[in-house]
């Protein structure tokens, strides 16, 4: 079955620090890749997506590249804030007869100190 | 306009009691999700209703119903609740017309903590 694997948390910078967050995955066709962001009490939201092989998801200063030939969505940062601070979920979704199940990573959680 | 809500934000209960968590979108999306998250915010799917059909039933125990009187809403009922069943419990929407710019991109609520003592 589908499934992502992210790089275990927590992961803690210093303000201004570069920041990568690995994420792979494992599924059969063409996903559509997704990176969520949790913020401290609230619900989940899109951060950034990226439906084809090589296209670039950017938001907000992060981005990821969809690479097919690692299956990978690495996430970057090149100069994190305090307020980045939260909780960041890869995803991914295949279109199938059965539903569109969005598949989760386990999560990592980011922590910026000043 | 909160796009997706859900009620209520805590609840504190029982082992035994029954309880329902309500959800509502204003989106006008075709699916609604309900996800339970852990205490290390693991995500788990627990139910997907396709304009209120029943599409996903991951293996959750038959404790959990839920039903969806329309394609806005969709509750969730636990019975004889138990220990383990304390997580935060997440409405999710998404519109799954292909064409769609937001196809795949769920909308979650801000979650419903559940607690049982």
């Known amino acids: 079955g589908d499934s992502v694997t992210q790089m275990e948390g927590p992961v803690t910078l210093s303000e201004e620090a570069f920041l990568t967050i690995n994420c792979t995955y494992t599924a059969t066709g063409y996903p559509s890749l997704f990176w969520y962001v949790q913020y401290p009490g609230e619900g989940l939201q899109l951060l950034l997506k990226a439906t084809k092989a090589d296209d670039k998801g950017s938001n907000k200063g992060f981005e990821a590249t969809y690479r097919k030939e690692t299956t990978s969505f690495h996430l970057e940062k090149g100069s994190v804030q305090v307020s980045d601070s939260a909780v960041y979920f890869c995803a991914l979704i295949r279109l199938t007869g059965g539903g569109n199940k969005l598949t989760f990573g386990t999560g990592t959680q980011l922590k910026v100190e000043l | 306009d909160t796009a997706v809500s859900q009620t209520p934000k805590y609840l504190v209960t029982q082992m035994g009691n029954d309880k329902s968590i309500k959800c509502e979108q204003n989106l006008g999306h075709d699916t609604m999700y309900w996800y339970k998250q852990d205490s290390k915010k693991f995500l788990k799917i627990m139910f997907s209703y396709n304009n209120k059909e029943l599409i996903i039933n991951e293996t959750v125990p038959n404790r959990f119903s839920p039903k969806s009187p329309d394609k806005a809403h969709l509750n969730l009922h636990i019975n004889s609740l138990e220990l383990g069943d304390s997580a935060v419990y997440f409405c999710?929407?998404?519109?799954?017309?292909?064409?769609?710019?937001?196809?795949?991109?769920?909308?979650f609520g801000e979650g419903s903590r559940l607690t049982v003592l």
């Open positions: 999710a929407s998404s519109q799954d017309r292909l064409a769609g710019a937001t196809w795949g991109e769920l909308f």
